[in-house]
């Protein structure tokens, strides 16, 4: 599996984006997929997470404002980011997951100016 993050940029705060990630192979509607930021100086956190059975979960710090999606036709996981702040500014990884399988994408920069 590979994956292909996109969709990142500047954006002032209060504003929106939307963040795709790409899969190829087969096996995309089982895998769990994530999305997860790193900061500078800081480590990677979870941002929020789909299942294969569309069960997710968000960061406490981006609920209500991220929504994560899945579009199995097209092997897509999304991130729509809206009410973005200023701490929301990092590089933004797609993870996809199953059993042993733990690929990681190339990541996307977010940047929220204030």
């Known amino acids: 599996v590979q994956l292909q993050a996109s969709g990142g940029g500047l954006v002032q705060a209060g504003g929106s984006l939307k963040l795709s990630c790409a899969a190829s192979?087969?096996?995309?509607?089982?895998?769990?997929m994530a999305w997860y930021r790193q900061a500078p100086g800081k480590q990677r956190e979870l941002v929020a997470r789909i299942t294969s059975g569309y069960r997710s979960n968000y960061a406490d710090s981006v609920k209500g404002r991220f929504t994560i999606s899945r579009d199995n036709a097209k092997n897509t996981v999304y991130l729509q980011m809206n009410s973005l702040k200023p701490e929301d500014t990092a590089v933004y990884y797609c993870?996809?997951?199953?059993?042993?399988?733990?690929?990681w994408g190339q990541g996307t920069q977010v940047t929220v100016s204030s």
């Open positions: 993870n996809a997951g199953l059993r042993s399988l733990d690929e």
């Open positions: 192979g087969t096996i995309f509607r089982l895998l769990n």
